[in-house]
């Protein structure tokens, strides 16, 4: 914090004071995996989770060099994925209201989580996927909800357990949010759970650094959830399936 504002002073980037992001995301390329064994793999009835990859909340950190990184990064794996033969099953989730008047939400308290979204719906520019992520049409499921969690009122534990899913793999914006309570749910459900360090981030706060880390090797690992890398994901691709779907 301090040396970022030495920077600002330094740039006499008056912006820097005035903006309400100026902590940067939290985002980490020395994060410690907890799978050691070199030929994971994860199995034939895995499917791939991408969550809430949308542009008002990419938004929020595509300006930065480590949102650049992990979008990259997301990229990369969702290419990967889909260049699968088969390709496993991928669903994504986006946030957005069925109408302007947000019937979601009313006065919950999830409602001030998402006021950046506005009164967003299916067609807001803000609820869409973001343009470096590329979904399959007709394959690949896209999902709405309007809470933290993955599964909040749509479909997806049906789709999973129709599809007799017994591992999924993680990717996400934010870390704090979506990534974690989807960890949580998912894991109590008998699912196990990946969650790939490099294509989760935390949006910027005031703890974001100290929130990326402390999830991804503190908590995460105690659940336990498997905390890999892209580079370790990609790998375990090759080594599973053919995946069932
Ligand atoms: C992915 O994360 C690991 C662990 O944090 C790091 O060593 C590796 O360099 C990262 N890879 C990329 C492509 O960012
Ligand atoms: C990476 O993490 C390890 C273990 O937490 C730490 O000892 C090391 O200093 C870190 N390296 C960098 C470059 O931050
Ligand atoms: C960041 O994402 C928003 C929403 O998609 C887009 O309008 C904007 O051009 C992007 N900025 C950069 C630097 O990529
Ligand atoms: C939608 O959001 C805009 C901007 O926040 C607001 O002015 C408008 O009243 C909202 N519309 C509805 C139906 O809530
Ligand atoms: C995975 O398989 C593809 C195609 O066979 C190959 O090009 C790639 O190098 C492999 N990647 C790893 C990490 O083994």
């Known amino acids: 914090m301090f040396k970022y504002s030495l920077a600002c002073l330094a740039l006499l980037a008056t912006g820097c004071l005035s903006t309400t992001t100026t902590s940067k995301p939290g985002y980490s ?28 909340l990419v938004a929020n950190v595509n300006t930065t060099r480590s949102g650049q990184l992990w979008i990259d990064n997301v990229a990369n794996w969702i290419d990967a994925v889909h260049k699968q033969d088969p390709p496993p099953l991928s669903i994504f989730t986006r946030v957005f209201f069925s109408n302007t008047y947000r019937p979601e939400l009313g006065n919950t308290p999830f409602a001030s989580a998402v006021t950046s979204l506005g009164n967003a719906t299916a067609s807001s520019p803000d609820s869409q996927i973001y343009s470096a ?12 909800k309007a809470r933290y969690y993955a599964g909040a009122g749509n479909q997806l534990e049906e789709i999973l357990s129709s599809q007799k899913i017994d591992t999924v793999i993680l990717s996400g914006i934010r870390t704090s949010g979506v990534v974690l309570s989807t960890a949580f749910r998912l894991l109590d459900m008998n699912y196990n759970v990946y969650v790939i360090s490099n294509n989760t981030i935390e949006t910027p706060s005031s ?9 991804l ?3 995460l690992p105690e659940l336990p959830v498997n905390i890999i890398s892209i580079e370790q994901a990609i790998g375990a691709l090759n080594r599973s399936g053919p995946a069932v779907y």
């Open 133 to 144: 992520f590329k979904t399959l049409d007709n394959y690949d499921v896209v999902l709405q």
């Open 29 to 56: 390329r020395n994060i410690t995996s907890t799978v050691t064994d070199p030929s994971f793999s994860f199995g034939k009835h895995y499917a791939v989770l991408n969550l809430d990859l949308i542009d008002g």
């Open 217 to 219: 090797e503190g908590i």
């Open 207 to 215: 703890y974001a650094a100290l929130n990326q880390k402390v999830i």
